[in-house]
């Protein structure tokens, strides 16, 4: 049996917990690890995209934007979703891989953070280096679509 006290101290804190209130900031999320990282570089990974025109979703790289030369961990990661011709976005087939030998699923890291416009990763935490990831998503018609981009990471 609570006494009083304490069940308006559990109250308190069920109402700030529900509030998204938690005392503490954030944790990033480790989106490579320093393990991952020190992997050979993929012998034939290149940015070029070889593909014709497609029906697939676009994906764009918001954050960090292309332009960005270098960026310091931890990065705000975010990557925008289009379906093409009013198609929607199937976030069940949201994949993201690190083009390392061997490569390093993302996916399950990145779960959380994946809504049908996009995936939003506020704090990821990545090693300096230069790092090669590829997003890959379908619409619900089944059609794909994907973009490799490259991170360079300093201290």
Sequence with gaps: MLNRSTAICL????????FGWSGARSVPLVLITADEAQRPPLANADLTFR??????PNIELVSPKASDKSVRSPVHLQLKFEGRGGAQIDVESV?????????ADL????KGFAKADGIDVPEAEIPPGTHIIRADVKDKEG????????LNVVN
């Design 11 to 18: 109250f308190a804190a069920a109402g700030l917990v529900a």
């Design 51 to 56: 593909a014709g025109i497609s029906r697939g």
């Design 95 to 103: 994949k993201l891989t690190y083009i390392r030998n061997p490569s």
């Design 107 to 110: 996916t399950g890291r990145v």
């Design 143 to 150: 059609r794909s679509g994907s973009l490799i981009f490259k």
